[in-house]
């Protein structure tokens, strides 16, 4: 298995020392990027992915070798102290960069681990923000390591390890997970989007490109019933309100 770190930290302290605890409990091989020795720009917020196309980013040059590297690995793991209650403004960063992921979701077989490290606070939910994240990229299968590190806390290697044991042994698999509703509404608000009459070109081109406009989800992800008649449904009524 090929997986890939992106380490939104910018020292290899705490957060690196459990990305180490799980990188230990896999089997694979790594790769590392480390987001404070990419020196990505600031997104200056031209709109320019979001409504062109991605590749009219000012700095895609920075962030096109991750994503080629995401798209290439088979799972990922992604990592960030808390930084005043919230992901550290490395990987807030790269995040903007990758805004019209939201849009045009691409990572549908990917699997990802999120850790988080903190003092004392904030790591649910920072972990929860990057896992909602993750699902708009359209990632199949995001678990979620939070851990406090401060104080008299030492971190909780039993969590460490079950939690990247499920996760290795899930990646292992190549089984994909059955999406969650929420991520099938958010699937059709894109879609509806993409075929309304004021759609965005690069959206628009997109979901016809890839096909993508002909499916009820991610054709690589097997639906059930009930969940076919719900994304069914949840488009045509998005269609109507676009
Ligand atoms: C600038 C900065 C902001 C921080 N903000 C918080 C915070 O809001 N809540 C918290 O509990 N810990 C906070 N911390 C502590 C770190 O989240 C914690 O020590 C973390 O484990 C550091 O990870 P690292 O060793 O990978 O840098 C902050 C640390 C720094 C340097």
Redesign the pocket.
Known sequence: MKYLIING?????????IVERIRHNLEGDFEEVHLSKEHIPFCNGCYNCIMKGEEYCPHRQYIEPIIEKLKSCDAFII?S??????V?ALLKNFFDHTAYLYHRPEFFTKKAIVVV???????KKVANYIDETLRHWGVNKVYKLY????GKDSPDNKKIDKESEKFGKDVLSKKLHSPKFADIVFFNVWKAMAVSDNSIPADKEFWFNTGLVNHDFSPDVKLGVIKKIFSKGMFNILKRVM
């Open positions: 930290s910018p020292r290899k302290k705490n957060t690196w020392a990592a102290p808390v930084y005043a209650m919230n550290t490290s903190t003092a004392g606070a904030g790591h851990v406090a590190c401060g």
